[in-house]
């Protein structure tokens, strides 16, 4: 993946670190204390663990335990708390452990969070970085595997990203947290672990991280993906090209608002698209995105948009895991549609 | 009901003092003012003026004197729909805070940063959380010589019932945060009566289970709940922690302009579970410690009609917003769908 | 509006009662209560009050306090309650009082109904008949006027129905009442005061209360509908055969399952769609339909199906309430929208 | 950390007399079976036989406690995560059980219905309002001669904190349901200390905020849990209402396999605050009663041990469920749409 193709101006060689996303996270998460002493980091076992999967690790040694906290056990509570310090004119970045302990703070989110800059006719922004780990692909227990990204990209108020690698994700964050707007930042937490290089120095240019970026370019068709999906779809356009098949694999990086002009500009070459995402069928964000693309290229497009997304099941215990998230070959099967299909 | 005295907060000297002849006369102003311009919305709905309003009659003495105990310059009052009293003793512009009651703003126009009142909260239980916060953050910004700012949440008996209300008495108290809760517990939540709504009977009893300090005070009497009002604010500002005050009172109106008392109580009981008109217990104190004659009443109550008709004559000035502004408020720094979406709107629905 | 088209076979003419939606509604319940003695019906202000609007009205008074209840005022505990009582065997009703006052109940619905059945393999169905009065338009306060299709319907595991007449919301909710699932059943508040004619007896057909109907036929476009929205739209059809354009009216009816056969029937015929819903754009229930049809009707559409919905906005105050829901105007420039498009 | 006492549940006979001897000896059998399962199922993980597992050690005494004084036959349990010994004591199949550990199937394969066991619950807290809802369907079918099934709620100290289980408890006590609210206090929520955790110090200090009585136990000791344990389900049977138990107790192990305690306390601070091992001090009482003796414990250790690896045997010949399972159980009633999903996937996934 150039760094072109990242969105990324060239700028002077600076020696890529090899770092995971987990540790990627926790740098930019260093920098932003360090940078913005309003910034406060809280959450359940955010403190003195350094979070379940260590994202926060080392940052209450280093800041102390009056910027990087443990709260109580209680998803509601660590929202509600962020907003009445954004109000006192904190920056908090609160964590909630897992996609599916978001859901007791969804009042918050959705009544509170998302509408005080609206209520208070722009007087309360709330600048909140709110970090979760989701999305599946880990063999956990139940509720540890969720997509809520449909869920917060309908919200009106509320702004969604989602990092697919180690170098986004250490810029991405930094980007979301330098924003006067709420975030919902998912980190993928299947690609926690896995190393890339990550050049520190590649954010000089703030409009590259607006966006979508197109991840490998192509021409028979677009993979449009987020999170975890990224790289799977990028192993699907490695194994289509021994076939002579050119994919472009469009990572969205934004889930709200969502780049149409990214997504119009490479579906209108390629003329055909598939959607690759891990949440529920119905009512995903594959719809909006398969909705936008039937608008904007409703003149190029040589198949219907196809959609290889979970199942509307809920999300399955370890074993079955790797029946309901988008496999490579359920992937390729959705990739055959499109090319195939011909007008009845 | 005459409230059970419930008193768990250490005696210390409140930081102001009890109010001078001056501010008591003052204070039976507040009440009346507060008492007529909250009868006058009530006429507006009637008359088409306003679309919806929840009256706070028979609150006045918990409201005046709870928001006479906070400092408005440092203090921060998270209301919620009925707390018009509060608004109006803090020195928020009444218009402004009307314009919510005229449909046209949900959270109401006027500053919350200014008022240090945040705004209009429709969601039961949902700003008693946004005060921890605010007061943990004066915490981390470290007491001045006179102490810290203090975040006041104002909720109700049916609030009380709401998971949030639990975990922001939890953080609170794990934080040691300088928060006051006060409870108005009004006997209703719109049907349901505090007895089906309050297990146990008390808000302020449930504070012993946070280890937190708290006073439960007849909300009639507006001397007593400017004095509890003083002393928690004043344990909080010191730093010591949260504090629930519960202030027992009546809701002697129906729950909005749109709700129906009949249907879940009678005349009777309100006449015997209202007790007497708190503004009438007032002014017997006054003219016992003669300290205010008829004429001051009489004085006092018709500036209040000359203020609450200068404000209905804001509220009934006061224009709708534009519908642009609609797209303006939902982000500091809007988006590519946003803007599109806000020139489609002003395409088909200004003609532009 | 015939019956037949109301998908309801002809009966033995029976006089049609006068009816608006919130008696409909009471009455159904009421029926309910009759035939099924473990049905219970609970929330707040149900009980003694009759509901705040009047949709419980009485039943207290005919059933008891045992099976017509008032809680206190916490959703999260309602929905919980109503689970635990689905597990001793009863068939809870429950009512959260306004559609954003159920986002309290969101985990206990998300993680909790909506899994139960899966969780326990079937040993522990959740018959629950979930009530909310939704939608906007009566200039409330805030919160009061929201539309949760979007959010429900993307949940594995429950149902949503949504009726747009007196006649509809009395068969449907004694039909989702039947159900051994999870339903939610979102009554468009806008419309509980219009009186219609009902038949009562008109129930005997199951299968007619499943999918979708349609409303009014037509053939030069299919507005697609649900909720108070339905009105709107054969108002819009109304005004626009004064002009010669014939506008089929589809009325979703169940926002899950999405009825995907009759979608692509009426769209296949008209050869253009509109979908119109209060929900804000992005990630609105919009976006699953105009996937759904542009992907089952990729040969036969004539434009891009249109979307006329609610912006990506808080739900605003009265005094901006018809500049944010679809009115008659902007759904009328959708419909010119598609039938003047013409391939670039 | 010795617990405070606190017991405001009214003296009142117990339905079950204390354990005989005979019973004495099974519960020394069953925190025996359950330790040695308990065990063995970290070694599990550490084998890779099972992807993750949580530890109950050091709680035996409080699970089996609390299940001993459970009537399987008529009450229902409302467990965590962490219930594995709570299980074994009301006969739960074991293996069923351990499927959800081994990834197959999230609430486990176990009949709940049989079982009187509610699936296996992830969601801290999310259980406890359903133990409510089900025992006031015990209420609303009424009371046979001996009383009330009772809805048992296990939770955590951690789990105090979310709003849910304030809701339950307010809900459970207005609506005088016959629950107990059975906290485990181990200390810990992951690397949380209850200090941090359960402002005023104690869940069961809580109760008389509701009006509800409360036991405090030493939840270490299995007949202190057993005893308080049939009290509160006697109260509760007899339509008295909800109580809670708080059973004082340790997490003696790291929070899950995947969990590294070394990061959050030291080794030294487990052996103080884990004080004597519970399975230790029955034994002293077994034997200072004479009611047991080395040859017994061998006996019943041996025979734990036996009954570890039975289940471990059928653990490892537990198959993954098919995929179309997934499908399966989302409705009583599939959909349309579900159904083509369902025939795509075994288009797609299994070639047919
Ligand atoms: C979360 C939520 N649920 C329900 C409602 C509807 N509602 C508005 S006020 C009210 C009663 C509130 O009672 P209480 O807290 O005692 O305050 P009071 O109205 O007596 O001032 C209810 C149920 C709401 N606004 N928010
Ligand atoms: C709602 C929710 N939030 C967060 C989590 C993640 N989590 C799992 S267990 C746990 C700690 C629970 O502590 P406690 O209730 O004391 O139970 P224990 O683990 O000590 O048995 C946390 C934070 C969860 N499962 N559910
Ligand atoms: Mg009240
Ligand atoms: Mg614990």
Chains 1, 3 share one sequence.
């Not at chain 1, 192509?218 to 993979?223: E, I, M, N, P, Q």
């Amino acid at each position: 993946m150039s760094e072109v193709l990242e969105g990324v101006r060239e700028t002077a060689p600076t020696p890529l670190l090899q770092l995971s996303m987990q540790q990627a996270i926790n740098r930019a998460l260093g920098e932003i204390l360090e940078s913005d002493d309003r910034a406060l980091i809280f959450g359940e076992d955010v403190g003195v663990l350094g979070g379940v999967f260590r994202v926060t690790d080392g940052l209450q040694q280093r800041f102390g335990a009056n910027r990087v906290f443990d709260t109580p056990l209680a998803e509601s509570g660590i929202l509600g708390t962020a907003i009445g310090l954004a109000m006192a004119g904190f920056h908090p970045i609160p964590e909630v452990q897992f996609d599916g302990f978001a859901y007791p703070a969804v009042n918050q989110i959705i009544t509170q969070l998302a509408r005080m800059n609206y209520r208070s006719r722009g007087r309360l922004p709330m600048q909140v970085t709110l970090r979760v780990p989701s999305f599946g692909g880990i063999r956990a227990p139940e509720h540890h595997g969720e997509s809520l990204e449909s869920l917060f990209a309908h919200v009106p108020g509320l702004k969604v990203a989602s990092p697919s690698n180690p170098q986004q994700a250490y810029h991405l964050l930094k980007h979301a947290a330098s924003m006067p707007d709420p975030v919902i930042f998912m980190e993928p937490k299947a690609r926690y672990w896995n190393k890339a290089g990550v050049n520190l120095a590649a954010d000089e240019d703030t409009a590259s991280l607006e966006g979508s970026v197109i991840a490998r370019p192509g021409k028979h068709a677009t993979l449009i993906a987020w999170g975890a999906m990224v790289s799977r779809c990028l192993q699907v356009a490695e194994l289509a090209a021994e076939d002579g098949i050119e994919l472009e694999v469009l990572d969205l990086r934004w889930l709200k608002p969502i780049d149409e002009a990214g997504l119009a500009a490479s579906v209108s070459r390629t003329r055909r698209a598939i959607v690759v995402h891990e949440g529920p069928h119905t009512a995903g964000l594959g719809a909006e995105i398969a909705a936008l693309v039937s608008q904007s290229c409703f003149d190029t497009l040589r198949a219907p948009v196809e959609r290889v997304t979970g199942f509307d099941v809920p999300y399955p215990s370890g074993d079955l895991e790797d029946e309901y998230i988008p496999n490579i070959d359920r992937i390729l099967f959705g990739v055959q549609r499109v090319l195939e299909y011909r007008r009845g | 009901m005459a409230p059970r005295a419930l008193d768990t907060l250490p005696p210390r000297q409140a930081d102001a003092a009890a109010p001078d002849p001056d501010q008591l006369r003052d204070l039976y102003r507040l009440l009346s003012n507060v008492r007529q311009l909250d009868t006058s919305a009530v006429a507006w709905q009637r008359q088409g003026l306003i679309p919806g309003y929840a009256p706070m009659l028979g609150q006045e003495a918990a409201q005046v004197g709870a928001g006479f105990g906070v400092d408005k310059t440092r203090d921060f009052v998270f209301p919620t729909y009925r707390e018009m009293g509060v608004a109006y003793t803090l020195g928020v512009n009444m218009v402004e805070y009307m314009s919510t009651h005229k449909a046209i703003w949900h959270g109401g126009l006027y500053d919350p940063v200014a008022s240090h009142f945040a705004p209009f909260q429709a969601v039961v239980g949902g700003s008693v959380l946004h005060a921890v916060g605010w007061a943990h953050g004066q915490t981390l910004n470290g007491a001045s010589a006179d102490g810290l700012g203090v975040g006041v949440a104002f909720l109700g008996d049916g609030a009380s019932s709401q998971g949030d209300v639990h975990e922001a008495m939890n953080f609170a108290a794990i934080l040691k945060a300088p928060v006051v809760f006060f409870v108005q517990n009004n006997g209703w939540a719109i049907s349901v009566p505090t007895e089906q709504q309050v297990a146990g009977g008390s808000v302020a009893a449930r504070a012993a289970g946070y280890g937190m300090p708290a006073v439960r005070v007849d909300g009639n009497d507006v001397l007593a709940v400017v004095e509890a009002t003083q002393r928690a604010v004043a344990h909080a500002r010191a730093g010591l922690g949260p504090v629930v005050v519960e202030a027992m009172t009546y809701r002697r109106g129906p729950h909005s302009t749109s709700d129906d008392p009949g249907r879940y109580r009678t005349l009777e009981d309100e006449k015997i579970d209202g007790g007497e008109d708190p503004l009438n217990r007032f002014r017997s104190v006054l003219l016992t410690q003669g300290l205010a004659d008829a004429s001051f009443f009489a004085e006092a109550d018709a500036g209040a009609q000359t203020r609450a008709d200068e404000i209905r004559d804001g509220v009934v000035a006061l224009d709708s917003r534009p519908g642009s502004e609609m797209f303006d408020f939902v982000f500091q720094e809007s988006t590519p769908t946003l803007g599109a979406q806000a020139r489609q709107w002003r395409e088909e629905s200004e003609h532009v």
